[in-house]
């Protein structure tokens, strides 16, 4: 993860001009921006303030404000390592978690694993067992941005 530069805007309407307006300029720039995909940025974990405001256009039914602020940008890519969560471990793999990104990790990766219920047990190490809610550490192979968000397939890096 990194600190980038965000470039944007959000709109306000005329009666959210008052005393507190830069608390609802934050409060709109979170809601828009953090915990959300861009297929240019990448996943912005984190906005951080301050924020600047540059300048805006006054229309009659809405007041657009250009702002910039810097975030704590995840950008997917071939070859990231990263830790996540085990939500779902199924006959087709493990569904895992990156803060909001979906990993797959399909059952083809994991030949060192055999799949009982809903849990992996490691061939190889006997008192290995993945079950959901673990942290496991994964290298991603492939990712896509689609419907606003990314989707990501990876590998277990077997520890």
Do not use: W
């Amino acid at each position: 993860m990194k600190k980038n530069l965000i470039i944007g805007e959000i709109y306000l309407s005329p009666s959210e001009l008052n005393e507190n307006f830069y608390e609802i300029i934050k409060k709109k720039t979170v809601t828009k921006y953090e915990k959300i995909s861009f297929e240019t940025i990448g996943y912005i974990t984190e906005v951080l303030f301050p924020i600047t405001i540059h300048d805006s256009v006054i229309k009659s039914d809405y007041i657009k404000i250009n702002i910039s602020f810097y975030a704590i940008v995840f950008q997917p890519g071939k070859g990231v390592k990263l830790t996540a969560e085990i939500q779902v471990i199924f006959n087709h793999g493990i569904f895992c978690f990156f803060e909001n990104l979906k990993i797959l990790i399909p059952t083809n990766t994991l030949k060192n694993f055999r799949l009982e219920g809903n849990k992996l047990h490691s061939i190889e190490k006997k008192e290995k067992i993945l079950c959901t809610g673990d942290k496991i550490e994964v290298k991603l192979t492939e990712y896509r941005y689609e419907k606003k968000q990314f989707s990501c397939i990876g590998i277990l890096i077997d520890s």
